[in-house]
């Protein structure tokens, strides 16, 4: 479901800077020889991650769900010298392609890449993170937010993609309430009701959800 006027959402790819190189060609090769290219983050809001990353300046970023490397690559536009991306993702598939795609952008030492059960993985990684990007299995969503919200700093954010489910998340644009639109659901209402943070739904491309750590 496209949540504005395609020709307006034109209009705005043409006016935000566009992707590198790489990155067109993480995309261009993702839609080629990968199944569901339409998790890939994409243009709009790989540059709408890249500026949070900017604005932010994190030290050390957690994404959970590389899949094919993009939205790490642009995350970790904006990290500081020294800094370091941690990254998970369970498809050892895509593992060879994913640090080619990181070795290219010079990123090899700076992104730290984990293939596994992030459920598992998370509570190994001896970091406290300023920066937090959950997208990978929807019904986790709470999991990851409550592994993840007590190692985040003070000030520090944690973005959650695919937050409207391609508006689902509404009675009158699902047919039935099936097992991952009930966990949006609960998850939105968790972090709409959690004291530790302040929050956005950020109605970009399938719903952000933004959290900042009071
Ligand atoms: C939507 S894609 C990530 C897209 C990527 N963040 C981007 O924007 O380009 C979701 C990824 O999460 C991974 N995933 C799903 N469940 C997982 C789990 N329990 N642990 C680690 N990775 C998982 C999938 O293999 C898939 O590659």
Known sequence: MEFIDEDLQHYAEAHTSPESELLHKVNRQTH???????????????????????????????????????????LAEGLQQGGTLYTIDKNEELEDRVRGYFAEAGFSESIKYYIGNALDIIPNINAEFD??????????????????????????YIIVDNVLWSGKVLEKYRKKLDEDTAALLAFNQKVQEDDRVENVLLPVRDGLMIARKK
């Open 131 to 156: 920066l937090v990007f959950i997208d990978a299995d929807k019904i986790n969503n709470a999991n990851y937010y409550d592994l993840v919200i007590d190692r985040l700093a003070t000030g520090g």
């Open 32 to 74: 080629l020889n990968v199944m569901k290219p339409r998790m890939l983050s994409g243009h709009m809001q790989g540059r709408l991650l890249a500026m949070f990353s900017h604005m932010i300046k994190p030290k050390q970023i957690l994404e959970v769900g590389t899949y094919t490397g993009y939205s790490a690559l642009c």
